[in-house]
C-alpha cells in the first residue's frame, strides 16, 4: 500500500525541515506539522507512523528531477 500524502502536509513538513536546518523551530510549527500527520493519517486510514516516515523521506531526502 503506497502512502498517500497531501500536498498542505508536505508544505507544512517542508517549513519545519527549513526551520529545523535554520535553528528556528517552533513548538507551533512542530505541533502544527504533528497534528496534521495525525489528522491525515486517521482520514486516509494509515498507520501515522508510515505517513510520518514517508512524508520526511519525500521532504528531506526527495527524488532528483528527471
Do not use: F, N
Not at 40 to 52: D, G, S
Request: charged share 25%; glycine share 2%.
Amino acid at each position: 500500500m503506497a502512502i498517500e500524502l497531501s500536498t498542505d502536509l508536505i508544505e507544512l513538513e517542508r517549513t519545519a525541515w527549513a526551520e529545523i536546518q535554520a535553528g528556528t523551530l517552533t513548538v507551533e510549527t512542530a505541533q502544527a506539522v504533528h497534528e496534521a500527520t495525525i489528522a491525515h493519517a486517521e482520514a486516509t486510514e494509515q498507520p501515522r507512523i508510515k505517513v510520518e516516515a514517508e512524508l520526511k523521506r519525500v521532504v528531506r531526502h526527495p527524488e532528483p528531477a528527471a
